[in-house]
């Protein structure tokens, strides 16, 4: 009952925030992309993406549409949502992230049934800040990402093999960031064969979403998911690399390093794939070049690996750092309260707080490692002090 009544609220407040704000400039480039992608077709949003000024008159720079094309289906649905209600398509974006989060809460429920670490990430503040007012589409990626992982563990019956990589396709088909995951999953399921109705059911549902989009424009759709490159020198390595003067030595290839590193940890710890993919999520943002606020959400349904205190002390430290440059990066509109994330003016306090979080993540992978060994070391003992009682409770692949 409790974590009915908090999973209601943290829902509540998320829809509140997302009806009573305009969010950040990444809720109004898609709304922008909506016009372009009537107006001018889904080609020419893919070849030149949408430029546009914010509500303070400044001219932005061109955003390009680097979404996978099951994208554009989805913001044809919104956008008969918005004409339908009048209520922008902001606010059903992050209508849609607020649902994910619920769904999400749900499926960890089923998985771990540890009411103390789901009441923690149901009221997580940074989990409410990003769905209720940043305006990504990244909650809702990972409400199929977690999916696919909970049918792959149970993927001793066929039809969780299909169901989980149909849930995966459909995770790609909302971003292409969750084929670093795709390594753990198929190193978990029991042979070749469930390894191949695993990828074949990815493929199928993301290429069926992709349509007709991607068969009639496949180059142009590739090079522009693919070019994408984030915003670099304001995180991690990449922040220190350009203080020290070797920004432009690091960057073009760590996107592709921390990729490759990242996907490759479950050839190196043979975890269950449940902590398997919350260490290669904290890695791979610790490890990026690149950054955006909304990566934060990633990590949220990993954190209840963490422990109380943890994840208490995560989700604090990352909902001050986002926080912190939402009120640097904010504007008073007639829309309600709009964050430039493009004005470099909160760059500075991007790159201050986002090294406290960065150095908090860095921790917990430390940490992942030392009590999720402890515990594959002693599979039979009952979780200890120190040791999340939620990764023993895990099942094996």
């Not at 978990?188 to 979403?209: N, Q």
């Not at 490890?287 to 990993?302: D, E, K, N, R, V």
């Not at 860095?362 to 979780?383: M, S």
Request: with cysteine; charged share 10%; glycine share 8%.
């Amino acid at each position: 009952m409790k974590l009915l009544c908090a999973g209601f609220l943290a829902l509540l407040l998320k829809l509140l925030l997302a009806a009573s704000t305009s969010g950040t400039n990444d809720a109004r480039t898609w709304e922008h992309d909506l016009t372009t992608l009537r107006t001018a077709g889904f080609a020419e949003l893919y070849r030149s993406g949408v430029q546009y000024r914010s509500p303070a008159g400044a001219l932005l720079p061109r955003q390009g549409f680097i979404h996978p094309p099951a994208i554009l289906n989805g913001l044809r649905i919104i956008g008969g949502l918005q004409d339908t209600t009048g209520l922008p398509l902001r606010f059903w974006l992050r209508a849609a992230c607020a649902l994910a989060d619920a769904g999400t809460l749900a499926l960890l429920w089923g998985m771990f049934r540890s009411r103390t670490e789901l009441l923690i990430m149901a009221l997580s503040p940074l989990s409410i800040l990003i769905s209720g007012f940043h305006g990504n589409t990244d909650p809702i990626m990972m409400f199929f990402v977690v999916a696919a992982v909970l049918f792959a563990e149970r993927s001793s019956a066929s039809r969780f093999e299909i169901a989980s990589g149909a849930a995966f396709g459909i995770a790609c088909s909302v971003k292409l960031i969750p084929l670093i995951f795709a390594p753990a999953i198929l190193v978990c399921l029991p042979g070749v064969r469930p390894r191949l109705k695993w990828l074949a059911a990815s493929a199928v549902v993301w290429f069926t979403l992709s349509l007709p989009y991607m068969a009639q424009e496949p180059l142009l759709i590739l090079r522009s998911m693919l070019g994408y490159g984030s915003v670099t020198g304001v995180w991690g390595f990449s922040l220190i690399s350009g203080l020290l003067g070797a920004g432009h030595s690091y960057n073009p290839l760590a996107k592709w390093a921390a990729l490759l590193a990242a996907s490759c940890l479950p050839l190196v710890v043979r975890w269950r794939l449940f902590a398997q993919c919350g260490l290669i999520a904290f890695s791979f943002l610790f490890l990026s070049p690149g950054f955006g606020l909304q990566y934060l959400a990633w990590t949220i349904p990993w954190t209840i690996l963490l422990g109380r205190r943890s994840m208490i002390v995560y989700n604090l430290v990352a909902a001050a750092f986002a926080l912190s440059v939402y009120a640097a990066a904010s504007q008073n509109t007639s829309a309600g309260i709009y964050a430039d994330l493009l004005n470099s003016l909160h760059f500075p306090v991007m790159a201050l707080m986002g090294m406290v979080c960065w150095i908090t993540i860095a921790v917990i992978i430390w940490r992942l490692n030392i009590e999720t060994l402890w515990v594959d070391r002693n599979p039979a003992l009952p979780a200890t002090p120190g040791v999340p009682r939620s990764i023993a409770a895990a099942p094996d692949c």
